[in-house]
Each structure stands twice: as structure tokens, then as C-alpha cells.
């Protein structure tokens, strides 16, 4: 079947809150404002329970079909926006200096509640629909913090699955894959120290500078000589910072950066060689080397048996020839935790000729809406199935 007509019909009330919740950006847990007018449109559709505070500022809404029994599946969907200056003309721009939804969650958000309010007033289903929004995707693991307060045992989830806008997947399209589909993310700290001298005599100092650089080249030895080359893994130094004029050697230098894989295994081989790179090469330099490696993120892991079940869904919305297969992307996503703890899938939506996910000038595309909802709805439906 074709975009839920009900769906359609809701076009552009969905719309008018998508760009409520994009004119008003809030950062990880402190979404306040959003979840506030996320919770009252839950309990005026008339879901039966509407939950606040869950994984600090969570929200949940149940929905119950007509029949008793059945299985109760989770709708998940982010509400945070990023810290970045948005650089877009739109009549419902950033009204908040700094923050931006540059990811598209005002989207993800405002499609799960028209799937709610459409869900609430039909319940053409049997067991339960469980609406989840989430803080904190950005870095704040509100996945998880939603999960240290109970969520699935709560509600008794039994399956939970997610969707992301995808820029440069045409409209009205949908690419997913089963097994690892996002990467685990970890992060690299180093502050190196060394001894600091004038320019002109580098022999009285250990050049921290010369050392950060050699750490930087020597990291990569470890994707091109120590890993698989089929296995998928990005070692990024994206921070150097050392020095402050342009004749003396810096006593002291920071680098930061993150290191992504798809397998446990080798998330595992990229900590411990990292550690011995980083403090093999100050020692061979004669610097001090603090490492700080902290970890992330997850892989996320698609279930085999759910991502063709959400395939064949997304396939009734958009035609099977319009939903691909996609390879694996080296960003990281928390829900990857929820995937962990039940059997589900995330799925891709297309969001067409897009500015890319975390540019200023990224916008969700309204013409999405019909086709995520329509999902959202037809995946409750179908997996609640009398």
C-alpha cells in the first residue's frame, strides 16, 4: 500500500510541529521545552499512559490496540538538536544562538507523533505500541540512560526499532541492512609532554610537535598494517594543539581524535594498539605520553529476522524496488544499546538532495513526513497484527 491516507491527511499539522521543535533547539538531556510538548500532544491523542523523566528527560506513550495480548513493540525516535550556528534562511530558523537541528531530529520526533496520534484514534491493532523519545542521541548516550531506568522492563518491550533521515536517498525511499550497520565510536585523549626550548636550539628540548606528528602518522600503521583490509575501521586525529609563537618549541601539546569499527574484536585490538603507538612513540622521542581512551558508543547491530521484517513494511509504503540495501556507515548512533538488550532493526529514510547530517545548512525535508509516519504506522500495525 501507498502513504496511509489518514497520513497524508496530517501533512501539514505534522509539519507546523516539525518546524516548532526545529525554531526551538535544545542540546542532550536538556530538552525540557520539546519533551514538555511532546508529553502534552501524547495525552491529548488520548495514548493510555504517558511517561515523563524516563533516562532524565525521556519521554514514553502507551498505545493499546483493540484486542488484549499480543506483543508490545517500541517506536523509538530522538528529540536533541547539535551545537552548531545554523546558516539557513528558513522562515523557521534557529531561534536559539548556537544550537540547530542539523541532524533531523525535529523530523524523527514530529513523525512519531503523528504515528501516535494517528495509532491512538485507530488502534486497528492487537497488543501494544510503545512511542519512545529519547534525549541526549548527541553524544549523550540517552539510549542508555533510558534503558538504566527501566524502559524496556517497564513497558515490556519486546522488540524495538528506529529510522534516521538519510540526505542524498531520494524521497519516498529506504535503504537498510541486517548485521552491523553503524560503527562503535571511541575517543582518543593524549597530552604529551616534553621539554620545551627555543626554536633555535631544538637539541636542548624534546619537541612535543615533532612527537604529536609521528603519533598521528603512526596511528594509521594500525588500519593499513595491523587490521584485516576487509574489516571496516577509521582512525581520525582531528585536534592538534601545541604552541604560541613560531619560535619555541611547546613544552606541551594535546591531540584528540576517535577511532570506529564495526567488530568487537577489533574495537578491542584498536584500544590496546593505540596505547602502545602512542606511548612506544613518546618514549622513543623522550617525552611523556597520558593517554586517555574512552569508549563509546556500540556497534550497532541489526537482527536478521527484524530487518526483513522492516524491509517488507517499508516495502508496502514505498514499493520494493525502493527500498535498498545499504553497507554499513562508520557514524555511530546510540540506539545501538536498545539493539543490544531486544530484537529489532533501524532503517534508513531518505531525506533527497539534502545539505549533509551536522552542516549549518542541513534542513529535514517536510516532504518526508508522509512516508516515515506512514512507516511508523504501518510497522505497528503489521507487527501487532490479530
Given at each position: 500500500?501507498?502513504?496511509?491516507?489518514?497520513?497524508?491527511?496530517?501533512h501539514?499539522?505534522i509539519?507546523?510541529?516539525?518546524?516548532?521543535?526545529?525554531?526551538?533547539?535544545?542540546?542532550?538531556y536538556?530538552?525540557?521545552?520539546?519533551?514538555?510538548?511532546?508529553?502534552e500532544?501524547?495525552?491529548?491523542?488520548?495514548?493510555?499512559?504517558?511517561?515523563t523523566?524516563?533516562g532524565?528527560?525521556?519521554v514514553?506513550?502507551?498505545?493499546?490496540?483493540r484486542?488484549?495480548?499480543?506483543?508490545?513493540?517500541?517506536?523509538?525516535?530522538?528529540?536533541?538538536?547539535?551545537?552548531?550556528?545554523?546558516?539557513?534562511n528558513?522562515?523557521?530558523?534557529s531561534?536559539?544562538?548556537?544550537?540547530?537541528?542539523?541532524?533531523?531530529?525535529?523530523?524523527?520526533?514530529?513523525?512519531?507523533?503523528?504515528?501516535a496520534?494517528?495509532?491512538?484514534?485507530?488502534?486497528?491493532?492487537?497488543?501494544?505500541?510503545?512511542?519512545i523519545?529519547?534525549p541526549?542521541e548527541?553524544?549523550?548516550?540517552g539510549?542508555?540512560?533510558?534503558?538504566k531506568?527501566?524502559?524496556?522492563?517497564?513497558?515490556?518491550?519486546?522488540?524495538?526499532?528506529?529510522?534516521?533521515?538519510?540526505?542524498?536517498?531520494?524521497?519516498g525511499?529506504?535503504a537498510?541492512t541486517?548485521?552491523?550497520?553503524?560503527?562503535?565510536?571511541?575517543?582518543?585523549?593524549?597530552?604529551?609532554?616534553?621539554?620545551?626550548?627555543?626554536?633555535?636550539?631544538?637539541?636542548a628540548?624534546?619537541?612535543t610537535?615533532?612527537?604529536?606528528?609521528?603519533?598521528?602518522?603512526?596511528?594509521?600503521?594500525?588500519?593499513s598494517r595491523?587490521?584485516?583490509?576487509?574489516?571496516?575501521?577509521?582512525?581520525?586525529i582531528?585536534m592538534f594543539?601545541?604552541g604560541?609563537t613560531?619560535?619555541?618549541?611547546?613544552?606541551h601539546?594535546?591531540?584528540?581524535?576517535?577511532?570506529?569499527?564495526l567488530?568487537?574484536v577489533?574495537?578491542e585490538?584498536?584500544?590496546?594498539?593505540?596505547?602502545e603507538?602512542?606511548?612506544?612513540?613518546?618514549?622513543?622521542?623522550?617525552?611523556?605520553?597520558?593517554l586517555?581512551?574512552?569508549?563509546?558508543?556500540?556497534?550497532?547491530?541489526?537482527?536478521?529476522?527484524?530487518?526483513?521484517?522492516?524491509?517488507?513494511v517499508?516495502?508496502?509504503?514505498?514499493?520494493?524496488?525502493?527500498?535498498?540495501h545499504?553497507?554499513?556507515?562508520?557514524?555511530?548512533?546510540d540506539?545501538?544499546?536498545?539493539l543490544?538488550?531486544?530484537?529489532g532493526?533501524?532503517?534508513?529514510?531518505?531525506?533527497?538532495?539534502?545539505?549533509?547530517?551536522?552542516?549549518?545548512?542541513?534542513?529535514?525535508?517536510d516532504?518526508?513526513?508522509p512516508v516515515?509516519?506512514?512507516?511508523w504506522?504501518r510497522?505497528?500495525e503489521?507487527?501487532?497484527?490479530?
Open positions: 500500500m501507498p502513504i496511509v491516507n489518514r497520513v497524508a491527511d496530517l501539514s499539522e509539519t507546523a510541529w516539525r518546524h516548532d521543535f526545529h525554531a526551538h533547539p535544545e542540546l542532550l536538556d530538552v525540557h521545552r520539546t519533551a514538555a510538548s511532546v508529553a500532544k501524547l495525552k491529548s491523542f488520548g495514548c493510555d499512559e504517558v511517561a523523566g524516563i532524565r528527560t525521556g514514553v506513550g502507551v498505545i493499546r490496540g484486542k488484549t495480548g499480543g506483543k508490545v513493540v517500541g517506536l523509538r525516535a530522538d528529540m536533541d538538536a547539535l551545537p552548531i550556528e545554523e546558516e539557513t528558513l522562515p523557521y530558523k531561534t536559539v544562538p548556537g544550537k540547530m537541528h542539523a541532524c533531523g531530529h525535529d523530523g524523527h520526533t514530529a513523525m512519531l507523533l503523528g504515528a496520534k494517528y495509532l491512538a484514534d485507530t488502534r486497528n491493532f492487537a497488543g501494544t505500541a510503545i512511542v523519545f529519547q541526549a548527541e553524544g549523550g548516550a539510549a542508555r540512560a533510558m534503558l531506568d527501566g524502559l524496556l522492563d517497564r513497558f515490556g518491550i519486546e522488540e524495538v526499532f528506529g529510522m534516521h533521515n538519510y540526505p542524498g536517498l531520494p524521497v525511499q529506504f537498510i541486517s548485521g552491523p550497520v553503524m560503527a562503535s565510536t571511541d575517543t582518543i585523549a593524549i597530552n604529551l609532554e616534553g621539554i620545551g626550548a627555543h626554536a633555535a636550539w631544538p637539541h628540548g624534546v619537541d610537535i615533532l612527537v604529536g606528528a609521528q603519533i598521528v602518522n603512526q596511528l594509521q600503521s594500525i588500519v595491523n587490521v584485516d583490509p576487509l574489516e571496516p575501521v577509521v582512525i581520525s582531528c594543539q601545541g604560541y613560531d619560535n619555541v618549541i611547546p613544552q601539546v594535546q591531540l584528540r581524535g576517535t577511532a570506529r569499527s567488530s568487537p577489533v574495537r585490538l584498536l584500544q590496546k594498539r593505540v596505547r603507538i602512542v606511548e612506544g612513540t613518546a618514549r622513543l622521542y623522550g617525552a611523556k605520553a597520558d586517555t581512551y574512552t569508549t563509546g558508543y556500540p556497534v550497532l547491530v541489526n537482527d536478521e529476522d527484524k530487518t526483513q521484517f522492516a524491509a517488507a517499508a516495502g508496502e509504503i514505498a514499493g520494493k524496488d525502493k527500498v535498498q545499504c553497507p554499513p556507515r562508520m557514524g555511530a548512533e540506539f545501538a544499546y536498545m543490544q538488550e531486544r530484537p532493526a533501524f532503517i534508513w529514510l531518505g531525506n533527497g538532495d539534502s545539505a549533509g547530517l551536522h552542516h549549518p545548512a542541513y534542513n529535514f525535508n516532504a518526508a513526513i516515515g509516519t506512514s512507516y504506522v510497522l505497528a503489521m507487527a501487532l497484527a490479530s
